[in-house]
């Protein structure tokens, strides 16, 4: 009987362990960092959130505002993020949050 109880503590102690115990650190970042898009095309930026211990990022599109300084370049709706060409340039389209991994911006090249 000692040997399986033993064996019984062993298994709860892996199944303890493997079940994902982390207490990982909220990672945010963005999803595309450079883009080039035609004159007229548009596509979406995205902040996304996740944690060192998945692995994976989700959009969270409520918790940024978007926004650029070249605004003759591309049109940036600050809400959605959706970014259009509007001039042959480059721009840069900034996160009004703080993104904690990678870059800081995405750079918008408009051809």
Known sequence: MNLLNAFAGV???LS???CGDCAGVGLSRLGVTERTIAL???FVATYEEGGSCSGTFEPVPDRVRWSTAETSVVDVDSLT???TGKRVGDALVVPSVGVTTGPL????HVR
Do not use: I, K, P, T
């Open 11 to 13: 298994a709860l102690l």
């Open 40 to 42: 007229g095309q548009s």
């Open 105 to 108: 911006s995405v750079l918008v």
């Open 81 to 83: 993020g959706r970014v």
């Open 16 to 18: 303890v362990s493997a």
